[in-house]
């Protein structure tokens, strides 16, 4: 779905759409959206840039980084762009130069910038993207998730294990050897 810069000019332009993601256009392959985004939201002319304002809604399955279990979760984004009429409408540049201070009621700096190719912007890409962006770097299935021990390997969600109880690091030992020859040559 692509959408039209011209057809907000008159008025804001809504929308309301399921856009499939698929699986292949992620580049992390466990990030899998099962079924589609659903994508709403208006673009609104503001001369000489329009607003974008949109709202994705989704469900993803993503893997635990602590306990490796693969889990879901619903995410609702809230996004903004400002959206720029590009190379093809060569007035858009003429009335940023002739603008006055304060003519703004946004603060581009804030938002992001899109540059739409053709006078439209291709929805289809920009959710793909947003999606692919959103994927936390370390997924977790809950904030108190245990993770696996690193020595037995053992689920501790699921099940205990007697590994930090009983240890004593080895390498601990070997410090401790260190220290007592240390002592001795001082004495
Ligand atoms: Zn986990
Ligand atoms: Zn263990």
Redesign the pocket.
């Known amino acids: 779905m692509h959408l039209q810069l011209d057809q907000a000019r008159s008025g804001p332009l809504r929308w309301r759409d399921a856009v499939r993601v698929p699986a292949p256009d992620l580049s992390r392959d466990e990030a899998l959206v099962p079924g589609s985004v659903d994508c709403e939201g208006s673009l609104t002319f503001t001369g000489p840039d329009f607003l974008l304002q949109t709202r994705l809604r989704y469900r993803y399955r993503l893997r635990c980084d602590r306990c490796l279990a693969p889990y879901e979760e619903d995410v609702d984004l809230a996004l903004a762009f400002v959206v720029t009429a590009g190379g093809s409408d060569g007035s858009a540049a003429a009335d940023d130069a002739g603008e006055g201070p304060g003519a703004r009621e946004l603060e581009p700096e804030d938002l992001s910038t899109l540059v739409a190719v053709a006078g439209a912007v291709d929805l289809c890409r920009l959710v793909c993207e947003q999606v692919e962006l959103n994927v936390p770097m370390k997924p977790t299935c809950d904030s108190a998730c245990r993770g696996l021990?690193p020595?037995?390997g053992?689920d501790r969600n699921r099940q205990a294990?007697?590994?930090v109880a009983e240890s004593v690091d080895p390498r601990w030992a070997a410090l401790e050897a260190v220290r007592e020859r240390i002592t001795d040559s001082l004495t």
């Open positions: 021990c020595q037995c053992v294990c007697n590994c």
